[in-house]
């Protein structure tokens, strides 16, 4: 697990309805239980907290160490810097009690000529994941003055150690850790508590993962995006719309590619149409579309473009050639069944319902959630790329890991959810978002627009509301 899941973890506990108070509570309470386990009780116990949540840990543990100990908390900064409510919440605690003593030290100058020897226990609660560069004083001062004490005095540092990986860190005798390991932490040992996270978390999509997903990368036009959409044919011309229109809410620029004899229906200022001489996509248009590809940061193919032979011949050609992220959806995937060498190597998501998952693989998808999910890992990392199960709960793999997502309901069975779904999570590939994100974020994003339409309107709506509700989605999900 790696720090940036920390977060993404937190922000979806919340969702779930655990407070940071909670998670605070029970990282202090981990600290404090795995020092005793280690070294005992009746101890002499210097705390050093900074003013951020790895501060607020150690104002919890010193509290759940006094009941047994001998307790003083060196607050290293200005109080008035104490910026979370639940660390804020913990440190008016500690200032009511009389048996745990409190210094507050703002000033390197009031560090320097610190004597530790009398502590049998120093805990470095001074930075943690929010740390960024070398430590800053007097934060610095305060590792400094505790690292002259390595190897005499125990110290314990609370998630990691105080300025790590900087050049200047605690050296501390164990880490106690939060719920799992980070794959980046080394070279010191871990001790790791849980915090109460429930094992959903590892799998549950939430708003954690789309603030990640949604991150813009730059100011200027086109630097956030720009999309190709390839579909429609003599008989569809709202599907590859639909994929369009959603993903003009996301990026800058959407470029639509149709057959010409469909595309004349389409006119909205919000995409760019590219219409192709004739009725179907076909060999003859290979080259040309290619070329509209090489000017983009991601494709979707495949809404509403038809199983016509000589469309399956135009899609396959082009996957084979096209070296873009690519969404490959809808009949755009009964082409690929035929074939999918011609997808090997690629970054691709594959988007099928249950009845195209079995046209795909060759078994259709049943049985408990985690039975799904370890076959469609199993088809992800067969065929190399993630696949994103449509269903209740959309299960998407990328061989690796897999997640699920539970936004949505039953209204969304109208037809062009699926390409609406295409558009978004071609949209977030544009972003530079990986496959996986970008799928699971994309089925979360298609889910919660049409849970707000139904808040509206009830559960009889059409695809095209569920498109205009992805900004109100999106909203949601930064201010969350
Ligand atoms: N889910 C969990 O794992 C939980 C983790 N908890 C603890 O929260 C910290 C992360 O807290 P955060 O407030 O984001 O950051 P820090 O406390 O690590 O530090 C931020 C604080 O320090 C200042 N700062 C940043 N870099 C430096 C620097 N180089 N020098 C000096 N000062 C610096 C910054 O301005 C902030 O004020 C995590 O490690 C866990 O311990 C939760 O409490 C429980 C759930
Ligand atoms: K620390």
Redesign the pocket.
Known sequence: MRIED??I??IN?KWLGIT?YQ??E???AGVARAIEERFGTGLKIAVFS?????????F?AARHLSFENNVTLFLI?DEA????E??RHNWEILKKLDFVKIKVLKDSSQIKPLDLSGFDVIVD?????????????P??SAVEKINEYAGKTKIVS???P??YP?GIWVKADFAV???WDKEEYEGFERVIVK?G?PRELYHLVGPGDAKFALRKKGEHKGQNGKLLVIGGSEDYFGAPYLAAKAASYLVDLVYLAMPEYSARRINDPDVILRPFEGRNFGKKDVEDVLALAEGVDAVVIGPGIGTRAETKEFVLEFLRWCEKPVVIDADALKAVAEDLEAIKGRKFVLTPHAGEFRILFGKKPEGSLEEKAKLVMEKAKAVGGTVLLKGVYDIISDGNVWKYNKTGNRGMTTGGTGDVLAGLVGALLAFGNEPLRAASVGAFLNGMAGDMVKEEVGENFTALEIARKVPYAVKWVLEF
């Open positions: 920390v977060y973890w937190d506990a940071p998670l605070m029970n990282a202090g900074g003013t951020g949540n790895n501060g607020g840990d150690g919890v900064g810097r104490i910026r979370s639940e660390a609660a001074l930075l943690g994941a929010g740390t960024k560069g070398e430590p800053r004083e934060i610095r609370v998630d990691l105080s300025g900087s850790t939060f719920q915090i996270y």
